[in-house]
């Protein structure tokens, strides 16, 4: 993996989690592949479809989310987040998200705690 390739997914990356703060789906949508799969405890290997419709509510459900920590593997990414709800509530999550060139093809996270 080249530098300009992990910069490349890092930004990805971070476009990830600011589009979501946002509610824009349409800008994920074109990152994610067509055989995509979120996986989290509450969710085994959902489609895209599923994603969308429980994982990003309206309103967004969150002020922010602070990235933490963002490593960078052959084609896995591990993001460690702070995610601020609007209420001023605060958790921490973990997820790892796995590559196909430059799209994302799953999602899995692992639920942490209030922070």
Do not use: Q
């Amino acid at each position: 993996m080249t530098d300009e390739n992990d910069a490349r997914r890092a930004g990805t990356v971070r476009a990830l989690y600011a589009a979501y703060i946002d509610g824009r789906k349409d800008i994920v949508a074109a990152m994610l592949t067509e055989d995509f799969t979120f996986s989290s405890p509450r969710d085994d290997h959902i489609d895209r479809d599923a994603y969308f419709d429980r994982c990003w509510p309206t309103p967004p459900p969150f002020e922010r989310m602070e990235i933490e920590y963002l490593g960078l593997a052959d084609d896995e990414a591990v993001v460690r987040y702070r995610a601020i709800r609007h209420d001023g509530g605060a958790f921490r999550n973990i997820e790892t998200l796995r590559f196909r060139g430059d799209r994302l093809a799953a999602v899995e996270v692992y639920f942490g705690r209030e922070a």
